[in-house]
């Protein structure tokens, strides 16, 4: 589909960005030393799940910037991909990051130690206000981007996570439960593991040249069989060049007496009408120089 590619939107969504990432890493630096001071591991776990939204926050930016470079000879397909790119590294590590919490809390669990439960409540508290305000700065942009939309996600979650720290603190605070801590530890980590599986396999799926999931391939292929001067469809790739932008390629065999230029134009035309693909590569092959043994993949 058409993409509007003024930089003034992508110039304010930067903006947004960079003032999500500025709050985040504050919010980290106070959530550490805060949870260092209270002895609270669900503090510091909390901290750490900020720490990768800001760095993603920082990588999504920057892949932002470099999505935005026009095609040249060294990346002859733009570089759009960037994004697609920085979600798999986002995702990656914090799958990373709650495997390690989940092991820092079985150690806590093991051998307890004493938690201050007032300082806990109160830098959670203010955790979920930034992590709100986080999350209300992106939200807009995430409906377009994987990138923002796993940052949103986090910062959702960071929020999620933030009122569960308040929880264990109250409970600390009025029944001394030491247990809570590295329960709730492994409740976010659980939660980071959760959203990280579930995004990182739509930008896997880009990156490994899958089809879309709108329009399919037999979709595509049907359209095309079913137009006038075709005979038949073999050899079709259809792919998602980048999260917003599919591609097709085909060999396309034309009845007898068809123009080859102009068949080729009317399937062009269709495929951009129908199903919104602007990039298109099509072989026009007869029937008696078509491929030998045709399948319709591959």
């Given at each position: 589909?058409?993409?509007?590619?003024?930089?003034?939107?992508?110039?304010?969504?930067?903006?947004?960005?960079?003032?999500?990432?500025?709050?985040?890493?504050?919010?980290?630096?106070?959530?550490?030393?805060?949870?260092?001071?209270?002895?609270?591991?669900?503090?510091?776990?909390?901290?750490?799940?900020?720490?990768?939204?800001?760095?993603?926050?920082?990588?999504?930016?920057?892949?932002?910037?470099?999505?935005?470079?026009?095609?040249?000879?060294?990346?002859?397909?733009?570089?759009?991909?960037?994004?697609?790119?920085?979600?798999?590294?986002?995702?990656?590590?914090?799958?990373?990051?709650?495997?390690?919490?989940?092991?820092?809390?079985?150690q806590r669990a093991i051998n307890p130690s004493?938690?201050?439960?007032?300082?806990?409540?109160?830098?959670?508290?203010?955790?979920?206000?930034?992590?709100?305000?986080?999350?209300?700065?992106?939200?807009?942009?995430?409906?377009?981007?994987?990138?923002?939309?796993?940052?949103?996600?986090?910062?959702?979650?960071?929020?999620?996570?933030?009122?569960?720290?308040?929880?264990?603190?109250?409970?600390?605070?009025?029944?001394?439960?030491?247990?809570?801590?590295?329960?709730?530890?492994?409740?976010?980590?659980?939660?980071?593991?959760?959203?990280?599986?579930?995004?990182?396999?739509?930008?896997?799926?880009?990156?490994?040249?899958?089809?879309?999931?709108?329009?399919?391939?037999?979709?595509?292929?049907?359209?095309?069989?079913?137009?006038?001067?075709?005979?038949?469809?073999?050899?079709?790739?259809?792919?998602?060049?980048?999260?917003?932008?599919?591609?097709?390629?085909?060999?396309?065999?034309?009845?007898?007496?068809?123009?080859?230029?102009?068949?080729?134009?009317?399937?062009?035309?269709?495929?951009?009408?129908?199903?919104?693909?602007?990039?298109?590569?099509?072989?026009?092959?007869?029937?008696?120089?078509?491929?030998?043994?045709?399948?319709?993949?591959?």
């Amino acid at each position: 589909m058409p993409h509007d590619h003024s930089h003034v939107p992508d110039l304010k969504g930067d903006r947004r960005v960079a003032w999500a990432v500025a709050v985040n890493i504050v919010l980290t630096l106070v959530q550490i030393a805060a949870g260092v001071v209270s002895g609270s591991l669900a503090l510091v776990a909390d901290a750490v799940h900020n720490l990768g939204d800001a760095l993603s926050l920082v990588i999504a930016f920057a892949a932002r910037r470099i999505g935005r470079r026009p095609p040249d000879a060294s990346m002859t397909f733009g570089y759009g991909r960037a994004e697609v790119v920085a979600a798999l590294m986002n995702y990656t590590t914090l799958i990373v990051i709650a495997v390690f919490l989940l092991a820092e809390a079985v150690q806590r669990a093991i051998n307890p130690s004493g938690v201050e439960g007032w300082i806990v409540v109160v830098v959670a508290g203010v955790a979920l206000v930034i992590d709100t305000l986080t999350a209300w700065l992106i939200h807009g942009m995430s409906r377009d981007s994987m990138n923002i939309r796993a940052a949103f996600l986090h910062n959702l979650a960071d929020a999620m996570g933030s009122l569960a720290v308040i929880v264990a603190g109250t409970l600390i605070l009025l029944y001394d439960w030491r247990l809570i801590d590295p329960l709730v530890t492994v409740m976010i980590a659980g939660y980071i593991l959760f959203h990280a599986a579930k995004g990182i396999r739509p930008a896997i799926h880009v990156l490994m040249l899958g089809s879309p999931d709108s329009p399919t391939l037999d979709e595509v292929a049907g359209v095309l069989c079913d137009m006038d001067q075709i005979e038949g469809v073999h050899s079709v790739h259809l792919w998602r060049m980048q999260e917003h932008e599919n591609a097709f390629q085909a060999h396309v065999v034309m009845a007898s007496g068809a123009d080859a230029m102009t068949l080729r134009a009317q399937i062009k035309d269709k495929l951009a009408d129908r199903f919104g693909i602007l990039h298109a590569s099509i072989e026009i092959e007869t029937a008696s120089a078509q491929c030998r043994d045709p399948g319709l993949i591959g």
